[in-house]
């Protein structure tokens, strides 16, 4: 009995002190809980003080910013020495944008009395000047007995390149027109004309220009060119793209120049009406402009294919002097195309390395389709870009020269093309001489009296 009330008596002490464990451990966690809550909330409020100091400083410095702002704006002085600077500078950069007229005196001083002849052609000479800026022009003086073509020349001149600006454009900085002087005024390019860098004429000491350049070259010429048929406000049709008319800045950048032929169009206006008969240079003028055929834009690209060919060959188009299979290059380009002997056409010129070659592949197949017959058959100068740049596949070319009529079995027809395709110089002073022969019966009083009419009508709209 007495065993059994021990055991009972140490089972009651067990659980006694099991409860009183219990009761320690619940009343040392929830000690610990209210610690934590306690630690938590005054580090939240510590936290919180800290983003309310950062915010109230943030305003107050927003304020004060604010306030200096106000203070500057109400004092005048301090206004005009802040702002008077930058809008000047603004101010004539927007006035230089359009072509200035000077005076003859003026151009006399800027060319040094013309003592710096850089060229000459059928319609004047060109003399290098320097404007009180330092900037250095080109100034091309027109011949003082003005007839009606190059009336015609010099109102195109300054009515289409006056209106635009583009990295591939030659800038036109202003003009002369007086009794006594009428002169167009260029940007200088030191450089001068792709011309001289392709054909190697003897007695020419030019560098030789690596064959990328001469690729970039040509993209450039085609960028400036869809600029004038795709992005002006109004379409320009140069009519006259050829070697000489491509000018080269220091770093051989191309800009198209001579806009003596250009022609205004609306864009609705597909095609423009031509008056006074074949216009361009013979062996770039596309063959609707010496038939009774309308005329387009497609004209520039038939002109620049022509001159693509000119730079894969790095020769004149038409040469008598190379043989009878190779005198006219277009034709015997398609040829070797044709027979699958493209190679031929790219290694003429000394070409190596793949890319290269490639390049120069592309290039003959873009030239065979911008010299197609039909008008429509031709890209427009933004397919012509993309595939020059190898961003559009292209498509196996037809033979653009289906219309030719040989003359005999086997032969070329140079007797029909040697009086067609000769230098661009001969052709530029033929056609001058047979323009002063032909001039218009109206008098040069009254074409003055347009020409000043067509000035003023282009500074008006330039200043408005």
């Not at 060319?111 to 059928?122: I, P, V």
């Not at 040509?218 to 320009?236: D, N, S």
């Not at 060919?309 to 188009?317: K, T, V």
Request: hydrophobic share 40%; glycine share 8%; charged share 25%.
């Amino acid at each position: 009995m007495t065993q059994i009330l021990n055991k009972l008596t140490a089972r009651k002490r067990r659980r006694d002190m099991g409860n009183a464990a219990v009761a320690i451990a619940s009343s040392v966690g929830g000690t610990a809980t209210v610690v934590v809550m306690i630690v938590l909330i005054r580090r939240c409020r510590a936290v919180r003080k800290k983003i309310k100091k950062k915010i109230v400083k943030k305003v107050l410095e927003e304020l004060d910013r604010k306030n200096r702002e106000l203070q500057l704006a109400c004092d005048p002085a301090e206004d005009v020495v802040i702002e008077i600077g930058p809008v000047e500078k603004f101010l004539n950069e927007i006035l230089s944008e359009k072509p200035m007229r000077f005076s003859s005196e003026q151009l006399a001083v800027y060319t040094k009395n013309y003592s710096c002849e850089l060229g000459s052609g059928g319609y004047g000479v060109v003399y290098k000047g320097e404007l009180p800026n330092g900037l250095l022009v080109a100034a091309k003086v027109l011949k003082v007995s003005m007839n009606r073509k190059v009336q015609e020349a010099f109102m195109a001149e300054i009515g289409t390149i006056g209106r635009t600006y583009h990295v591939h454009l030659v800038r036109l900085y202003g003009f002369c027109f007086d009794a006594n002087t009428k002169a167009l005024v260029y940007e200088y390019l030191e450089n001068g004309s792709l011309e001289k860098y392709l054909y190697g004429d003897e007695g020419c000491t030019t560098t030789r220009l690596e064959w990328g350049t001469l690729h970039s070259i040509a993209v450039g010429t085609a960028k400036g060119i869809r600029y004038l048929h795709e992005e002006c406000q109004q379409r320009i049709v140069h009519y006259d793209i050829k070697p000489a008319n491509i000018l080269l800045t220091a770093d051989y950048t191309p800009k198209v120049a001579d806009f003596g032929l250009a022609r205004l169009g609306e864009r609705e206006n597909t095609h423009m009406s031509l008056t006074g008969g074949g216009r361009g240079t013979p062996g770039y003028a596309a063959p609707e402009l010496w038939m009774a055929l309308p005329a387009s834009e497609k004209c520039d690209v038939y002109s620049f294919g022509m001159v693509l060919f000119e730079i894969l060959g790095r020769r004149r188009n038409y040469d008598p002097c190379r043989g009878e299979s190779k005198e006219w290059f277009p034709r015997w380009a398609w040829e070797k195309y044709e027979q699958g002997e493209i190679e031929d056409v790219v290694c003429c010129d000394g070409i190596v390395g793949e890319a290269d070659r490639n390049k120069a592949e592309m290039m003959c197949k873009v030239a065979l389709w911008c010299v197609q017959f039909q008008p429509s058959a031709r890209p427009t100068m933004s397919s012509v870009v993309r595939m020059l740049e190898g961003e559009m596949a292209i498509v196996p070319p037809v033979n653009p020269f289906h219309y030719i009529m040989d003359i005999s079995s086997g032969s070329t027809s140079s007797g029909m093309w040697s009086g067609t395709y000769q230098s661009s110089r001969d052709t530029t002073a033929r056609d001058s001489e047979l323009s002063i022969i032909s001039s218009a019966a109206k008098s040069t009083g009254a074409m003055v009296e347009d020409v000043e009419r067509t000035l003023a009508s282009v500074l008006r709209k330039q200043s408005l």
